[in-house]
């Protein structure tokens, strides 16, 4: 099969031909349809994640059909269709795993980092881990809702009960998490990049109730703030932007230094936490929600070896929405 394969952090991804995988008893074959692009795919590619498996096919994104399934596997047959996110497999009986914190699982692995991905045309999963897709999404559209959505959704549902939401860093995540607010009747306040109007019309276009640059002041106190955009910087002016008891979330898996900043920022009750991973049940909570809300994801597809150019633009932020890779047709 082609693989997209990462043999060292920094290296240019390396189109290979690689054997189909082989599956055990309570894994499925799958074939893939599409792979998201995530933010998380650059800082591995960028060596900012400890220890990848090497070489490593990424992707954590992965929209596929069972080819497959092993003779433990129950509940899914050849033909499926399923959404593989980025957590792959979780202990199930640590302090963690027993109180629903799966995503703080220690000997949790996760795709298209300790787990090969999607960026290929066949891959692997533990049936317990994939989830099975509403049909009326097409692949290409229903690749960006499984980590810019879900972990978006996290993030959202961690701010608690916020009504006024403001989001930092308008990207993939930023765009269905703001579908998903407009549809609970929360209002939506959109930071963006200085100056990038594109990414703020964008925001009002979801639905958003103002758009603006990341340094502004919102118009009105906000109840919460997430954050998807990697930049530390961030944090401060969030916490400023927050009503007292407020809360901000930090979406990202990594993030610059958060700079030192003045105690009267969080006093308050204010708080500033972050955002680990997903649970399972995350991403059946919502998909059920984007399916109710009729959320869009704006994707932009890219042929499967022109892997390196989606993780281009996506770095230099030269679309709006998110970039999707679709392997060759059989
Ligand atoms: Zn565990
Ligand atoms: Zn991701």
Not at 155 to 167: M, N, S
Not at 190 to 212: E, V
């Amino acid at each position: 099969m082609r693989a997209m394969l990462l043999d060292a952090p920094g290296r240019t991804l390396r189109e290979a031909d690689v054997p189909v995988p082989d599956i055990g008893p309570g894994e499925v074959l799958l074939r893939v349809r599409a792979c998201g692009v995530c933010r998380t795919d650059l800082h591995v590619v960028d060596g900012e994640l400890p220890s990848p498996k090497l070489p490593l096919v990424l992707g954590h994104e992965i929209v596929a059909t069972v080819e497959r399934a092993g003779s433990a596997v129950e509940g899914l047959r050849t033909g499926d269709r399923v959404g593989v996110p980025w957590l792959g497999w979780a202990c199930g009986r640590c302090r963690f795993c027993l109180r629903g914190a799966e995503n703080l699982c220690p000997q949790a692995r996760f795709t298209g980092y300790q787990l090969d991905g999607g960026y290929a045309e066949y891959t692997t999963a533990d049936a317990r881990f994939v989830h099975p897709l509403p049909a009326d999404i097409s692949d290409v559209e229903a690749g960006p809702l499984l980590c810019a959505g879900l972990i978006g959704y996290r993030t959202l549902r961690l701010a608690g009960d916020a009504e006024r939401v403001g989001i930092y860093g308008f990207g993939a995540a930023a765009h269905l998490v703001t579908q998903v607010a407009h549809h609970q009747g929360r209002r939506v306040f959109a930071f963006t990049r200085s100056g990038d109007s594109a990414a703020q019309d964008f925001a009002r276009a979801l639905g958003a109730a103002w758009a603006g640059d990341s340094t502004a002041q919102p118009p009105e106190p906000l109840d919460a703030a997430l954050i998807f955009a990697p930049v530390g910087d961030l944090v401060p002016l969030a916490l400023a932007a927050v009503e007292p008891g407020g809360v901000v979330v930090c979406g990202g898996i990594h993030m610059s230094p958060i700079p030192s900043l003045p105690y009267r920022l969080l006093w308050g009750e204010r708080v500033l936490r972050s955002v680990a991973n997903l649970t399972r049940r995350d991403g059946t909570e919502f998909l059920r929600l984007a399916t109710a809300a009729g959320v869009r994801s704006e994707a932009h597809p890219y042929p499967l070896d022109r892997a390196a150019d989606a993780l281009d633009d996506l770095r230099h932020g030269r679309f709006t929405g998110a970039a999707v890779l679709v392997p060759p047709a059989h």
